[in-house]
């Protein structure tokens, strides 16, 4: 059966339908700020796993500075045809239209980092709300209408946050698959990270500020290899337009 495992962020109690070991790895998981939740229609979650009977996987870019790595990642995505998500920051899409323009010309989507690229755990309510409009703003002049991905500062949230963003018709996007290459740890670990850790439905964390040094030719090897191993590679709203399958609730 097609399903989705989700996290319910506003419950103490888990019940779980599987083995005891698997609800003390859950567990775990809640107590971290970065929390992996995953997408239901019914409570505030953050998608960070598509459909695991589904041989699809997402890539993702974060960008929030920098102008020197995004054209060299274009390139190799446009070799492969490979359609990407990429997650920007609106003061960055401000300061460079010209590279957001060229990641829209490849077909990639686009999602939004809120503006300022700051923690959101760090920030008030109200705080985050001006954040998400005027990121909204930028994007809309800057002719990117209707963007409703969202993917939080450092991927830190809370159940507040996400009722926040939904509240505001965003759906908010995390990932579970995440080789640090922004810490740039060599080429050679940033591939056997990703073909290792990625399974059916993975969301690909990757970034393509400046900080990113290693990532495009590491994209030459990732890309085709997820392809020999049978993996589709698809955009963020495709995955989410694959969640219409049964879910499996953790309460």
């Given at each position: 059966m097609n399903h989705f495992y989700t996290i319910r962020l506003n419950r103490k109690k888990i019940i779980l339908s599987t083995v005891i070991v698997l609800?003390?790895?859950?567990?775990?998981?809640?107590?971290?700020?970065?929390?992996?939740?995953?997408?239901?229609?019914?409570?505030?979650?953050?998608?960070?796993?598509?459909?695991?009977?589904?041989?699809?996987?997402?890539?993702?870019f974060n960008i929030s500075w920098g102008e020197e790595k995004v054209e060299s990642i274009l390139e190799v995505l446009e070799k492969e045809e490979v359609q990407a998500t990429f997650f920007v920051s609106g003061e960055w899409a401000e300061r460079h239209p010209d590279l957001l323009e060229a990641i829209s010309e490849g077909t990639h989507e686009i999602g939004l980092l809120g503006y300022r690229y700051k923690s959101y755990l760090d920030q008030e309510p109200e705080q985050i709300r001006q954040d998400l409009i005027k990121a909204q703003e930028v994007m809309d002049k800057l002719g990117y209408e209707d963007i409703r991905l969202l993917r939080t500062p450092h991927g830190h949230?809370?159940?507040?946050?996400?009722?926040?963003?939904?509240?505001?018709?965003?759906?908010?996007?995390?990932?579970?698959?995440?080789?640090?290459?922004?810490?740039?740890?060599?080429?050679?670990?940033?591939i056997d990270e990703v073909m290792e850790q990625t399974e059916n439905g993975d969301i690909i964390l990757l970034h393509a500020s400046d900080s990113a040094k290693q990532t495009a030719e590491a994209l030459e090897t990732v890309l085709p290899g997820l392809k020999n191993k049978g993996y589709g590679l698809i955009t963020i709203s495709e995955m989410v337009?694959?969640?219409?399958?049964?879910?499996?609730?953790?309460?």
């Open positions: 609800a003390a790895a859950i567990l775990i998981w809640t107590q971290t700020p970065s929390i992996m939740a995953m997408f239901t229609k019914d409570e505030p979650a953050a998608l960070s796993k598509g459909n695991e009977d589904l041989e699809d996987v997402a890539v993702t949230l809370n159940e507040e946050i996400i009722e926040l963003a939904e509240s505001m018709q965003f759906q908010v996007i995390h990932w579970n698959v995440n080789p640090d290459d922004w810490e740039n740890p060599g080429v050679e670990s940033i337009n694959q969640a219409k399958a049964d879910t499996e609730l953790i309460d």
